[in-house]
């Protein structure tokens, strides 16, 4: 991702806009039409994004995707209204909060597969604080950005905590062989 950096002007881009479609949905006015041509052509591109809303340094909402598949000026959009409205674990932001609320923004590499032999292969091959998680098993997923390793810093309890949020026992990691896939972020906010 660093050589694919954006630059400070199309992060204030993407920040404005999150920002605007925010102020234009909590009023309850209608979103409009997206002019692609007036951004970048780097914002253009597909990207994967997750946009995480926080109120004095408390999560407020956070919803995003893995898979770049559409104009990452139109995901970072959508993923702002999502948090701010359908994320389960929060009721929707109301306006009056809007003034208290940071956005933050996380552009995401493509998911790799990471190979491991072994729990204890698999906790010395993540690197914390720079891989995002996605754990796999069956229909179940979960994912945790880079960030929260800030958090929960010993791996082990990482991926305690990445398994009890896809719904499975704390050490499902370790009972058995589970899919993991790491990937990196650009993050960048208010």
Same mark, same amino acid.
């Not at 009056?96 to 998911?111: F, G, N, V």
């Given at each position: ?13 993407? #920040? =404005?806009?999150?920002?605007? +479609? $925010? *102020? ?13 041509? @007036? ?16 109120i004095?340094?408390? #999560? =407020?909402?956070?919803?995003? +995707? $893995? *898979? ?13 209204? @999502? ?15 809007l ?9 995401? +590499? ?9 729990p ?71």
């Amino acid at each position: 991702m660093k050589d694919d950096q954006l630059t400070p002007e199309e992060r204030g881009l993407l #920040l =404005r806009l999150a920002r605007q +479609t $925010l *102020e234009i949905v909590l009023a309850g006015a209608p979103l409009p039409e997206l002019a692609l041509e @007036a951004y970048p052509e780097k914002l253009r591109q597909p990207g994967a994004t997750f946009v995480t809303l926080t109120i004095s340094n408390q #999560l =407020r909402g956070c919803i995003g +995707t $893995l *898979e770049a598949y559409r104009p990452l000026v139109e995901d970072t959009r959508q993923h702002a209204i @999502a948090a701010a409205t359908q994320d389960y674990r929060f009721p929707p932001v109301r306006s009056s909060e809007l003034p208290t609320i940071l956005i933050e923004i996380s552009r995401l +590499t493509q998911p790799v597969l990471l190979a491991y032999d072994s729990p204890d292969d698999l906790l010395s091959r993540l690197r914390p604080g720079m891989d995002g998680v996605l754990l796999r098993d069956g229909l179940r997923r979960a994912t945790f950005l880079p960030q929260v390793w800030a958090k929960i810093p010993a791996p082990a309890e990482f991926l305690n905590q990445l398994c009890m949020k896809m719904g499975v026992a704390s050490n499902a990691w370790r009972e058995g062989h589970l899919m993991v896939e790491i990937y990196q972020v650009e993050e960048f906010h208010e």
